[in-house]
């Protein structure tokens, strides 16, 4: 079974700039997760989609952060625009009941 | 609102030697608590997945134990190598259909 795919792995760029994070989570898992992980922490949940539709975005700073999920599957996270304080790792988790499978992540460096 | 707690921060022990990974949380209304390994640099490896109704889950020589009533889980590896040296994290998932993280306890095992 494939994992869950996320790109890039790194990405540096200035503040104020935009950027977007992808995600392919597992086939047929319906459930899809980003997580903030600034370093020293633990993860803290952005957003949680159920299918295409959104099902807890309270943490989501939505100035400056969006998120969708095409038809159910690939997920696409923007900020837009970065500050210095979003250097962190984003990660992506899918899961069926009873289990979680995360992303390797993408490391994320505001200059 | 979950809130899950994770002693010592850091941990440094020499090989071989036992040792005990604490972790609290304060809704004991969860389904499952699930120890993740995350070594630098990478995403989270699932070690241990505790369903509410079971008080212990073990691998290998990992062994975590939960008290649902007083909000504590353990996670004991025995006979340490230095292998072992990375962040070990707890995360409880509950009614809201995700995980909810402490912030993680750095093991460095000394040979």
């Known amino acids: 079974e494939a994992g869950v795919a996320q790109s890039p792995r790194y990405k540096i760029i200035e503040k104020r700039q935009s950027v977007a994070f992808w995600c392919n989570p597992i086939?047929?898992?319906?459930?899809l997760y980003w997580y903030q992980q600034i370093l020293g922490q633990g993860p803290k949940l952005l957003i949680q989609?159920?299918?295409?539709?959104?099902?807890?975005d309270s943490q989501l700073p939505k100035d400056r952060f969006s998120a969708e999920r095409l038809k159910g599957v690939d997920s696409t996270l923007k900020i837009q625009p970065a500050k210095l304080e979003d250097s962190a790792v984003y990660l992506c988790?899918?899961?069926?009941?009873?289990?979680?499978?995360f992303g390797s992540g993408t490391r994320l460096t505001v200059v | 609102k979950q809130e899950v707690t994770q002693i010592p921060a850091a941990l440094s022990v020499p090989e071989g030697e036992n040792l005990v990974l604490n972790c609290s949380f304060t809704?004991?209304?969860?389904?499952?608590l699930q120890w993740f390994r995350q070594d630098p640099g990478k995403g989270l490896t699932s070690l241990l997945l505790?369903?509410?109704?079971?008080r212990e889950q073990t691998s290998g020589r990992l062994n975590a134990s939960l008290d649902k009533s007083s909000g504590r889980s353990t996670l004991y590896i025995a006979a340490s190598q230095p292998g072992d040296s990375a962040t070990y994290l707890c995360?409880?998932?509950?009614?809201?259909?995700?995980?909810?993280f402490g912030s993680g306890t750095q093991l460095t095992v000394l040979p």
């Open positions: 988790a899918s899961s069926i009941p009873g289990g979680y499978t």
């Open positions: 086939s047929g898992h319906a459930t």
């Open positions: 989609f159920q299918n295409n539709g959104v099902v807890d």
């Open positions: 809704d004991s209304a969860i389904y499952n």
């Open positions: 505790i369903q509410s109704s079971q």
């Open positions: 995360a409880a998932y509950g009614s809201a259909r995700q995980l909810t």
